[in-house]
Structure formats: structure tokens, C-alpha cells
């Protein structure tokens, strides 16, 4: 192992691991359901080379794309690297040659012009095709069945954006994917690509619409009839990267914005709601229509939850400081003017899921990870440097609560969910695990949890024979998901 800088973003539960391996029929402690049956795919950002700059971060990890098949109780794992233009690149050199974050002014000159993305943050399912994505290029296509790596993915060419969220939103009716691309146009650029596939896959529609200013968009929300865009206040500018400086900045007194257009209408059809000044969200819960309303449910603090981001715009502000709550921001269109409401309908957490058939829609429950006040000191780990070690779900419409706590000296990765045939079953929540093991090492478990009933903890564990490194978000793909693509790649192919 090279020598990785003893920061937060090498060691604890970040500490880099760099193996692919895979392994058969894991032990299972309990029983793990028949009907969860498919794949769980992982992305998880694990740095293949020291990095060029001691300050590097845990974002800039290479993306390792990992998969859990389960089938009648069995598990299997793998996990690869996502070999990028970058990835190759490096593996040649056996070195890293790419800079700082988002920054090709900080590369090695022999890369110049060379793709950066490390897609590391998102495993995503779309017209029977797997993608591993991060917000700052295209998506990677990736071979479902092998983790081997296709190719960048641009819809035949078709897609103009330099750019392809983590965060695409799946119409569970019509199947068609809604997405965008921020930093559409280039580097720090206004420019955002409004885009829809179609349930094949096909690119039917691309629009590019400027944002008040250059923000980091990790994240939008459809309803049945709009798409709604956040606007918080951490912005990029092209002198300070010139410089070798810092690709974000949290800018405390700006304020943020939402843009709703109809979902099928023209950019131009944008609408500008003011927000607070300051605050930020990663994540959105969901959206949906309620007569003239439309609610946005979004995992809302008073700052940047990035100590990098936070600190390059100069405010001060420890991690158990930051203040927040599930918040519910609701629009009236039938009315004129810039406002909205705002109300707390949940604890501060982070990483919500949600059942794909409620994509959109009113809904019942949602899951999302937070901090156990009782759970000690949290693990060191994770994108932010603290591990959430609690997993909470939520009534959004009557403020029922649950929680699953864990122990002193664990943490939870976000789960991802899976349905259950039955009408009356709110299927089931599968997430890594870690608990501390000694000084220096951890040990990580699958957990699967009854996603009705989390309060009474894992119904089944799978304890894991090697290290893993903390996951940034994960996808639940169905076995018959998977046969359908495997039976139209073999129709294509004949
Ligand atoms: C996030 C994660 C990223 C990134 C930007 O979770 C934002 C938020 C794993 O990479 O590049
Ligand atoms: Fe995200």
C-alpha cells in the first residue's frame, strides 16, 4: 500500500482498501427473505494512489462499483474498480497524476484534457443498462453481471452535456429516467442540461437553462407534473480554480433558490422561488403535486455539511454545530411572487431513500440515516469525516418516528429498500454495517432489516471477510430486472 496522508479522508472508515475481490455463498447469520431476490450495488470511492496533494479529499476517491447478489437466502459479493479514462491512466503511470477536486489547473500537464471523473458516487439502474456516475462528468456504463467497465456513456452521442448527476429521478408509471447536468457548458459555467430518457434508454429530450449562480447541484426532485430544481449557496468560480484553489465555497450570506418548471414544458417555463440564505441540502426526499401545492421534502441544514466547503468560504463551524431537520418546503402556484413555506417534519439526518413506486408521489414512509444521541462518539468515516450510527423512518403525514439505534462503535452506510409483493408490507432496507474491531480496523456486516419494523434491528447479517471502505449511495436491482436486460442483450446480439 502506498503511503496515504494520515487525514480523515485516509484513515477510520475511510482508510483506503484497494481490492477487488469477490467471494461465494457468504455466511448468512439468520434468514434473509425468498423474495428479496437481485442485486444490491454499491459505489464506493476507494483511492487506487496516494494522492498528488496531502489536503486531498475523500470525493476524489477512484470509484469501486460492488455488488451483493442474494438469491433464495445465498449471497455472493464483488467488487472492481470503475476503470475511467482516469483509472487507466493512473494504473499506467502507477501514480496519481490528477489534482486536486475538481480542479485540472492542480494536473499532472501529461493528462491535460483527459476525462476526471472518478464516478464514484452512484450505481444507477436504466433501460436494462447499469451506470456508475458522479455530478462533475458522464456516467460509466458498467456490465451488470461481471462489473466490468463499458465505456463513458453519452446516449449514443446524442447527450450534449459535459455532465450527468448521482441524482436521477425514475417515474415509476412511465419508467422514463428525468436527470440533469450542471457545469453542462464547462467548468464553473451556469449552464444547466435539463434531460429525459425514455424508458429504453433513449435520450427524447435535452434543454439548457442558466442557474442565478454556479452552485453545486447534487441533487433535484420530480412530481407528477413538475421538476424542481435546489439552488444553495455554494458556488465555483473559474479564477479561484485558475489559481489552484478550491472548486467550492460555502458563501453564508447568498441566497438560495428553487426553479420549478413542468416537467414535459420548456425551460423557459422556469419559475424562481427565493430561499433562506445559506442553508444547503444534499439530498432531496421526494416531491409531489398536492392541488396547486407542490411539497419538497429535503434533508435541510443552515450550512454546508463539508468542512472543505465550508472552510474555503470562510465559515467557521464545527460538524456537531451544524442545525437542520427533515424540512418541508411548500410551493403554491397558484399564486404570484417568490415565497414558499417552511416547516421542520422530521430530526437532522442525511441519506434518505424512499420506495421507488413513491418516486414522485404522496407517500407514506421514507428512511433516512441520522445520530443516535446515545450512541457514544461517532465513527470516523464517510464523506463528512463522522459516520451516522442511527437509521430512522418517518411518517411525513402524521410525524410517526422510528428509529434502529446502534451500539457505541458502529455506523450505518445508506440502505437501499426492496419491495415486498405483499400490500400490506413495507418490504425490507438492506446497508452495510461496521463496527469497530481494535485500535486500527473494523469489521462490516449486510444487515437486512424489516423496513416496516427497524426498531427491532436486523433480521439477517452477513459479516464480511475483508475491510470495506464507507459507501456513498447504493441500488437495489430486481433478478427480474436483471433477466429482462441480460434476454434483450441476447435479442440485440443475435
Ligand atoms: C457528494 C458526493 C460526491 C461528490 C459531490 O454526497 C457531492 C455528496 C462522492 O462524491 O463529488
Ligand atoms: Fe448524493
Redesign the pocket.
Known amino acids: 500500500m502506498p503511503n496515504f496522508p494520515r487525514t480523515i479522508h485516509f484513515t477510520g472508515l475511510n482508510t483506503p482498501v484497494g481490492i477487488e475481490w469477490s467471494a461465494r455463498n457468504l455466511d448468512v447469520v439468520g434468514e434473509i427473505p425468498a423474495e428479496i431476490d437481485g442485486a444490491f450495488f454499491r459505489?464506493v470511492?476507494d483511492p487506487a494512489h496516494a494522492p498528488m496533494f496531502d489536503d486531498d479529499i475523500?470525493?476524489s476517491g477512484d470509484g469501486m462499483v460492488a455488488k451483493f447478489s442474494i438469491h433464495g437466502g445465498t449471497v455472493d459479493y464483488a467488487i472492481r474498480y470503475v476503470e475511467t479514462e482516469r483509472y487507466r491512466l493512473e494504473k499506467e503511470a502507477r501514480r496519481a497524476l490528477f489534482g486536486q477536486?475538481r480542479n485540472p489547473f492542480t494536473d499532472d500537464p501529461a493528462v491535460a484534457g483527459k476525462d476526471r471523473t472518478v464516478a464514484?458516487?452512484t450505481p444507477v439502474w436504466h433501460g436494462g443498462r447499469l451506470f456508475m456516475t458522479?455530478?462533475?462528468g458522464l456516467a460509466y456504463e458498467i456490465d451488470p453481471e461481471t462489473l466490468e467497465t463499458i465505456g463513458r456513456w453519452d446516449y449514443y452521442g446524442a447527450l450534449k452535456s459535459e455532465t450527468f448527476t448521482?441524482h436521477p429521478r425514475v417515474d415509476p408509471e412511465t419508467g422514463e429516467m428525468f436527470f440533469f447536468g450542471y457545469e453542462a457548458g464547462g467548468l464553473a459555467t451556469t449552464d444547466v442540461a435539463y434531460c429525459i430518457a425514455d424508458r429504453n434508454g433513449n435520450l427524447v429530450s435535452e434543454q439548457w437553462f442558466r442557474q442565478p449562480y454556479c452552485s453545486?447541484i447534487?441533487d433535484f426532485a420530480i412530481t407528477e407534473h413538475y421538476a424542481l430544481f435546489p439552488i444553495f449557496p455554494t458556488t465555483a468560480d473559474l479564477d479561484r480554480l485558475k489559481a489552484g484553489g478550491p472548486h467550492w465555497a460555502h458563501q453564508q450570506d447568498l441566497e438560495s433558490w428553487v426553479g420549478i418548471m413542468p416537467r414535459y414544458g420548456k425551460v423557459e417555463e422556469m419559475r424562481w422561488f427565493k430561499g433562506p440564505k445559506g442553508v444547503s441540502a444534499?439530498h432531496l426526499v421526494n416531491a409531489y403535486d398536492d392541488g396547486d401545492f407542490i411539497h419538497l421534502d429535503l434533508c435541510l441544514s443552515d450550512t454546508n455539511a463539508f468542512g472543505f466547503m465550508r472552510e474555503a468560504g470562510g465559515v467557521q463551524r464545527a460538524q456537531q454545530e451544524i442545525q437542520g431537520g427533515l424540512t418541508r418546503w411548500t410551493f403554491d402556484m397558484s399564486k404570484e411572487g417568490e415565497s414558499f413555506e417552511s416547516r421542520i417534519i422530521g430530526p437532522p439526518g442525511d441519506m434518505p431513500r424512499l420506495r421507488d413506486a413513491d418516486q414522485g408521489r404522496a407517500y407514506r414512509a421514507a428512511w433516512y440515516l441520522s445520530m443516535n444521541p446515545q450512541g457514544g462518539p461517532p465513527l470516523p468515516g464517510g464523506?463528512v469525516g463522522v459516520a451516522f450510527n442511527a437509521l430512522f423512518r418517518v411518517e411525513p403525514g402524521n410525524g410517526r418516528l422510528d428509529m434502529m439505534a446502534l451500539e457505541p462503535e458502529m455506523a450505518i452506510n445508506e440502505p437501499v429498500h426492496v419491495p415486498s409483493s405483499a400490500p400490506d408490507h413495507d418490504g425490507w432496507l438492506l446497508a452495510m454495517v461496521d463496527r469497530r474491531a481494535g485500535e486500527d480496523g473494523f469489521r462490516s456486516e449486510l444487515w437486512v432489516v424489516e423496513a416496516g419494523d427497524i426498531g427491532k434491528g436486523p433480521i439477517a447479517r452477513v459479516p464480511m471477510p475483508l475491510p470495506m471502505r464507507a459507501q456513498?449511495h447504493g441500488a437495489w436491482v430486481s433478478a427480474d430486472q436483471l433477466a429482462r436486460a441480460r434476454a434483450r442483450q441476447k435479442e440485440v446480439a443475435a
Open positions: 459505489a470511492p475523500v470525493l477536486y464514484n458516487t458522479k455530478e462533475d448521482a453545486t447534487h444534499f464523506p456513498v
